[in-house]
C-alpha cells in the first residue's frame, strides 16, 4: 500500500528565502507525481505534474524534483512571497487493480511573514 | 482553463437527512472523483467513475454512493447523513487512460451534519 509522507507539517519563513518542501513515498512504482496548493477553506490548484519518466518540472519560481529510486520529490520556491502561504500537498499515482490510484501526503502548511 | 464547480460550497443538514452533492466538470473527462478531507487524515478517496453510469468504490465508501448519469456530472449521495460525515468533500477530474494525468479540483464542499 503506498504511503506518502510530507516533512514538515508546517513551515515559517521570511519573505525572500528560497525554501524546500519534501514528499517521499514508499513505493516507487509510480506513474506521475503532482504538487497542488490549497488556501484555506478552498479545494486544491494543481501546481506541477512530473511524469515518472521525468526528472523535474518548473513553473515561473517553482521547480519540482522526482527522484523515483529513492521514493523521494521536492518543491522549491524560490523568492517566497507572502502570497506563496498555503498548504502544499504532493500526490502520487499508481495502478492499482487497473485503474488509476492517486494517495495524497497530509500536506505541508507554509507561513511566508513579511 | 479546466473547470470543475460543485454545488454548494457550505451545506448544513441534519442526522438521517439524505444529502447530494454535485460535481460538474466542462473539459469532457472521462474520469472522476470524489474524496473527503479531514485534519490529520489528508485526502481520502470515496469514489470514483470512468465513464458514464460505471462507478468504483475508493478507500472509504461506507455510508456513500454515486451517481455518473452524464459524463459531465458525478453526484455523490449520503443516504442517511451522520455526525462522523460532517467533512469537506472535494470533486476532482481527469483525462481517462493508463497514464495518470493531471487531477483538476472544484472548491469544495464544506458539509455539517448536526
Known amino acids: 500500500k503506498q504511503e506518502v509522507t510530507q516533512i514538515p507539517a508546517a513551515l515559517s519563513v521570511p519573505e525572500g528565502e528560497n525554501l524546500v518542501l519534501n514528499c517521499s513515498f514508499t513505493d516507487s512504482a509510480i506513474y506521475n507525481l503532482q504538487w497542488f496548493r490549497q488556501d484555506p477553506g478552498k479545494g486544491l490548484t494543481s501546481l506541477l505534474l512530473?511524469?515518472?519518466?521525468?526528472r523535474e518540472q518548473t513553473s515561473g519560481r517553482l521547480n519540482a524534483s522526482l527522484d523515483k529510486s529513492s521514493g523521494r520529490s521536492t518543491l522549491y520556491i524560490a523568492a517566497s512571497q507572502p502570497g506563496d502561504s498555503a498548504t502544499y500537498l504532493c500526490?502520487?499515482?499508481?495502478?492499482?487493480?487497473?485503474?488509476?490510484?492517486?494517495?495524497f501526503g497530509t500536506g505541508t502548511k507554509l507561513q511566508v511573514i513579511p | 482553463d479546466v473547470k470543475v464547480t460543485q454545488s454548494s460550497r457550505y451545506l448544513v443538514k441534519r442526522t438521517g437527512e439524505k444529502v447530494f452533492l454535485e460535481c460538474v466538470q466542462d473539459m469532457d473527462h472521462e474520469n472522476m472523483f470524489w474524496y473527503r478531507q479531514d485534519p490529520g487524515l489528508g485526502l481520502r478517496l470515496i469514489y470514483f467513475?470512468?465513464?458514464?453510469?460505471?462507478?468504483e468504490k475508493g478507500d472509504i465508501p461506507e455510508g456513500y454512493s454515486v451517481s455518473r448519469e452524464k459524463k459531465e456530472r458525478f453526484s455523490l449521495i449520503l443516504e442517511s447523513a451522520s455526525t462522523n460525515q460532517t467533512s469537506m468533500y472535494l470533486c476532482?477530474?481527469?483525462?481517462?487512460?493508463?497514464?495518470?494525468?493531471?487531477?483538476?479540483f472544484g472548491p469544495g464542499t464544506r458539509l455539517t451534519v448536526l
Open positions: 467513475s470512468y465513464d458514464v453510469k460505471m462507478k
Open positions: 476532482a477530474s481527469s483525462l481517462s487512460g493508463v497514464s495518470y494525468n493531471e487531477q483538476f
Open positions: 500526490a502520487v499515482a499508481t495502478l492499482s487493480g487497473g485503474y488509476q490510484k492517486v494517495t
Open positions: 512530473i511524469q515518472s519518466s521525468q
